[in-house]
């Protein structure tokens, strides 16, 4: 896969499907880059599986074809609304529960491409599931 993949936060979740996109050989590491609320965590996870770390969003965004947001729910206003300029020409996909479809559409700029999808955290090992 030549697509860059860019997570905007990187808790459990984000580090399982980091860990089997790697495992599954669907994307080097290198093509990873992500950015979390607290950061020294986030390069403790990063440099355990080689993936870019970086402070912001923004960065996250310039640096990836694909975006996941990965954040909680309660921080998606507060987050999101800013960036969906730049979110428009992106892929979006989002694990953060409650947040469907059409919660989306009220946040993101029209026409961004964008999809709600809920793994589990035995995609670390290439056993789970994207629905």
């Known amino acids: 896969m030549d697509q860059k993949i860019g997570f905007i936060g990187m808790g459990n979740m984000a580090s399982a499907m980091v860990a089997g996109f790697i495992a599954a050989g669907r994307c080097h590491n290198g093509d990873i880059i992500a950015c979390a609320r607290d950061f020294e965590r986030l390069q403790a996870r990063a440099a355990s599986v080689g993936i870019r770390s970086v402070r912001t969003p923004e960065e996250v965004i310039d640096g990836s074809d694909i975006v996941i947001i990965a954040i909680k729910p309660y921080q998606i206003e ?35 491409h964008h999809l709600y999808i809920m793994p589990n955290t035995p995609v670390a090992v290439c056993e789970g599931v994207l629905m």
């Open 78 to 112: 507060d987050v999101i609304p800013a960036l969906a300029e730049k979110l428009r020409s992106k892929v979006v996909l989002s694990v953060v529960g409650g947040w469907n479809f059409d919660k989306y559409e009220e946040v993101l700029a029209p026409g961004t």
